[in-house]
């Protein structure tokens, strides 16, 4: 898993409580718009390009992945509070490609919608 990998592939399908799972995001990059970099040390940095400002942003991350499962977390985030700041899913990893998948669920009890999503990343380096 170590090195940089270039994200190529994003899809979100969403369960809203009492429907069929509805497949609300599926897109290919065209462009090179997001990096992930794995370092031996357990620490991981992404990199995307933001439109708007037409600069790229950095974000860094400590990471766990052992036996199929992954966790990320950004750094300086209380782990009590960490909603859109990590992953907490499986990965499957081949020399070339890394998916990485994570369900996530909103909500409590009846009104819960859950969330799962698949990144797809393609090895750069």
């Known amino acids: 898993m170590i090195g940089t990998w270039e994200n190529y592939h994003f899809i979100e399908i969403r369960t809203d409580p009492g429907q069929e799972p509805e497949k609300t995001k599926d897109f290919v990059y065209t462009e090179l718009l997001i990096t992930l970099t794995f370092k031996a040390d357990g620490t991981a940095v992404t990199r995307q390009y933001d439109e708007d400002t ?3 942003e950095e974000t860094s991350y400590t990471y766990e992945a052992k036996d199929g499962k992954i966790k990320l977390i950004e750094e300086g985030i209380d782990e009590d509070d960490l909603s859109g700041h990590h992953i907490d899913g499986t990965y499957e990893l081949t020399k070339d ?5 994570q369900t996530v669920i ?16 393609k090895r750069i380096k």
Do not use: N
Request: aromatic fraction near 16%.
């Open 106 to 121: 909103d909500g409590e009890g009846d009104e819960a919608i859950k969330f799962d999503y698949t990144e797809k990343y």
């Open 54 to 56: 037409e600069e790229w």
């Open 97 to 101: 490609e890394l998916v990485m998948m």
